[in-house]
């Protein structure tokens, strides 16, 4: 299994869409998650960090559910601009954050 | 706001020549990172460094070494390059518990 899986997409939703993301971990002691957004031919900009139960900022939602080891990301009233490929990220066991494969999301007008 | 810079958007080189990658950042950060990202791949480590003259191998340094004389710059060394070394470098740099700031990337071209 993966240290940190997430579904490739591509997620193709139009304009205004809410639209989820999952992302599972292996480590189950891992106490803190980041999403970033990668735009096309750009480095990673972190999204959001999630640290405990979940965290929003404004459409964006991030919840954590460690029974289950996932993380998630939720956007909401989903923009043109939105569109890019977002990296979930977990700590492994020696501490090493954990880059996933990305999850393409492509916002159609 | 953190700052990381890295000394060539785009680079291209011959097979066999000794590449250097400069990585400089600005927040006084104790780690710093070299990745490469490949379709398909992802973002892969290839060393990282907790200190200066510190440092630690990741998942893929064969054909790479790194040098941190100085806490705000890390470098990166193809001693050789090689065709399957072309790639998006990316340098990124943390304090010990917060989220990693990435540079920009240098797209490298092996020819």
């Known amino acids: 299994r993966k240290e940190v899986e997430q579904d490739p997409g591509p997620f193709n939703v139009p304009e205004g869409a809410t639209v989820a993301f999952n992302c599972t971990y292996s480590n189950s002691a891992s106490q803190s998650f980041f999403w970033y957004r990668q735009d096309c031919r750009k480095e990673p900009k972190l999204l959001m960090s999630?640290?405990?139960s979940g965290n929003e900022d404004g459409r964006f939602t991030a919840q954590l559910n460690r029974a289950s080891q996932y993380i998630s990301l939720l956007i909401r009233d989903s923009k043109l601009s939105d569109s890019a490929t977002y990296l979930c990220?977990?700590?492994?066991?020696?501490?090493?954050?954990?880059f996933g494969q990305g999850t393409e999301l492509s916002v159609k007008p | 706001d953190v700052k990381v810079t890295q000394s060539s958007r785009y680079l291209v080189k011959r097979t066999g020549e000794k590449v250097f990658l400069e990585c400089v950042q600005d927040?006084?950060?104790?780690?710093m990172f070299w990745y490469r990202q490949d379709p398909g791949l992802g973002l892969r480590l290839i060393y990282f460094?907790?200190?200066?003259?510190?440092?630690e191998k990741g998942d893929i340094p064969e054909g790479y070494s790194v040098s941190r004389e100085k806490k705000e710059r890390f470098s990166l060394i193809l001693e050789s390059a090689s065709t399957n070394q072309t790639s998006m470098y990316l340098c990124a740099s943390k304090t010990q518990i917060y989220e990693q700031y990435f540079g920009p990337g240098t797209r490298l071209t092996v020819t």
């Open positions: 999630v640290y405990s």
């Open positions: 460094s907790y200190d200066v003259k510190m440092k």
């Open positions: 990220v977990a700590p492994n066991q020696g501490g090493k954050l954990i």
């Open positions: 927040m006084d950060h104790e780690n």
